[in-house]
Each structure stands twice: as structure tokens, then as C-alpha cells.
Nanobody, 127 residues
């Protein structure tokens, strides 16, 4: 089955950190640009970061720039999202997906260009 499996979500206090993982199954991660997205209750899914297929170039949404870092390990077929200084507004389900139309990242991330969605991992930031 071709999909991603996300993990690492948890409940943390404001100012806390989390590292999310996104393991690719059934395809080779190195062939695709990969995006991280999030969806808060009652809101649309938004793209927050992307890493390119070959050059490893990265993009970040303005609201999280400086607080998140995307990386990948092609040998492990896994993409990571390090999140620091978390805020209550970061509470959401976080997803990753592969861009089937581009090998490089283009902002803003367009969800229709992405597939192989996983089930998501819940991040809750609360005191």
C-alpha cells in the first residue's frame, strides 16, 4: 500500500517541542517533494513546510518560520518536522504527503498536487 504513516504527535504545554515523523510506505521517498500540512478543527488544511526531492531545498509558511525545521533521511524513507516554541494556535492534526506534480517545492503548497496522505498525528498545545 502506498502511503505515509505519521507519528510523534502529543499534548505539550505552550513553549514545548515535538518532533514529528513521516514514514513512506510502498514508494521511494527520494523521488518526491514532501509537504507537511495541518488541519485545525473547523479550518481548512494548510501547508506549512516542504522539502524538495533531490536538492533538499525547503520552504516554510510565514506563521511558523523560525519555529519549525523539516528534514529527511532517504535511507530510512522518512521525513521529519521539528517543532519548537509551540503555541496553542498550533493545535491541529498534522499530515504529510508527496507532491505528484513537482520535484521541487512551490509556495504556497497546493493540496491538490499532493497524494499518499497518511492518517495524521494529533498535536495539542495546552496549559
Amino acid at each position: 500500500q502506498v502511503q505515509f504513516v505519521e507519528s510523534g504527535g502529543d499534548m505539550v504545554q505552550p513553549g514545548g517541542t515535538l518532533r514529528l515523523s513521516c514514514a513512506a510506505s510502498g514508494f521511494t521517498l527520494a523521488d518526491y517533494a514532501v509537504g507537511w500540512f495541518r488541519q485545525a478543527p473547523g479550518k481548512e488544511r494548510e501547508g506549512i513546510s516542504c522539502i524538495g526531492a533531490r536538492d533538499g531545498s525547503t520552504t516554510y509558511t510565514d506563521s511558523m518560520k523560525g519555529r519549525i525545521t523539516i528534514s529527511k533521511d532517504n535511507a530510512k524513507n522518512t521525513v521529519y518536522l521539528q517543532m519548537n516554541s509551540l503555541e496553542t494556535e498550533d493545535t491541529a492534526v498534522y499530515y504529510c504527503a508527496a507532491n505528484l506534480m513537482r520535484v521541487r517545492c512551490v509556495e504556497p503548497l497546493r493540496t491538490y498536487e499532493y497524494d499518499y496522505w497518511g492518517q495524521g498525528t494529533q498535536v495539542t498545545v495546552s496549559s
